[in-house]
């Protein structure tokens, strides 16, 4: 089983990612491969963001 990215993690990959697309220097089936990673880690620092919204929710409430 894959380790779970922190925020961090996944952020930092997503820019060096990014990065790599703005160069240009990528083949097309490279930049496919790339861009699909950028979603994934893109929908894994939102993940983080939503539990964190979620924890500072929870404790406004309490």
């Known amino acids: 089983m894959a380790k779970k990215l922190s925020y961090e ?3 930092d990959e997503l820019v060096a ?3 790599k697309l703005e160069s240009g ?3 097309l089936a ?3 491969k ?3 990673r950028g979603e994934e880690l893109a ?3 939102q993940g983080h963001l939503d539990e964190a919204r979620a924890t500072i929710e929870q ?4």
Request: glycine residues 0%; charged residues 25%; hydrophobic residues 45%.
């Open 9 to 11: 993690e996944a952020r």
């Open 43 to 45: 929908a894994i620092c």
């Open 30 to 32: 490279e930049t496919m």
């Open 17 to 19: 990612t990014v990065t």
């Open 34 to 36: 790339l861009w699909q």
């Open 59 to 62: 404790a406004a409430k309490e």
């Open 25 to 27: 220097a990528e083949t």
